[in-house]
């Protein structure tokens, strides 16, 4: 018997790799899930013609059109709660949310941050990697709470830097490992498995550390 889907409405602001991860996940079978529209802050993003050419419904909620913060969340708010979605997830989508947005969603918003929180958050992770001289780097999935990038980690991908990586290098194959880690991590949240109690993230009810589960490559559960 096939497993019940939970809907998802994603949030996006640019290139939409993540999205397309996301929308093959649930076309091959692998994610329980069913994505009931794309909503993106900017009307030029690739990541919408990647929804549509996927059949999709698209909503674009452009921020320069009011205000202040608070305006705009509201009005995204609202345009996400048309679909009511089980879940929300970030995939890309670069706006910092307002604490009101935020507990709206609180334990049922998912975001995927380049780096391994809680190192680097913020902008511009690949560099301050490699200028910081580390070893490795990597990518987290972590549920959002009102501190920018400081929600419980839950999935983390690493990679390592070698001696002559660039940003555009690193940021190439930290993708890579999102693509693999963000449908998973999205897949246990429509099983069951993955809930946010008390700011503490839980995987099938045991309180994940504070730098999330490790992903192995070719790890799919
Ligand atoms: C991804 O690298 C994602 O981790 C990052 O933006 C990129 C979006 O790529 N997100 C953040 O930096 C959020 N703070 P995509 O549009 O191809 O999925």
Known sequence: MSQPEISLVVLISGSGSNLQAIIDATQNGTLPARIKAVICNKEDAFGLTRAADAGLVTEVVSHKGFDSREAFDQALQKTIDQYAPDLVVLAGFMRILTPEFVRHYSGRMLNIHPSL????RGLHTHQRAIEAGDAEHGVTVHFVTEELDGGP????????????????SLAKKV?????????????WFAQGRLKMTDNQAFLDHNVLSESGQQHQSGDTD
């Not at 929180?117 to 680097?120: D, E, F, G, Q, R």
């Not at 693999?180 to 991590?185: D, E, F, L, N």
């Open 117 to 120: 929180l809680p190192k680097y």
């Open 153 to 168: 980690n839950v999935l983390q991908a690493r990679v390592s830097i070698s001696d002559d990586e660039t940003p555009e």
């Open 175 to 187: 993708l890579i490992q999102e693509h693999q880690i963000y449908p998973r991590a999205i897949k």
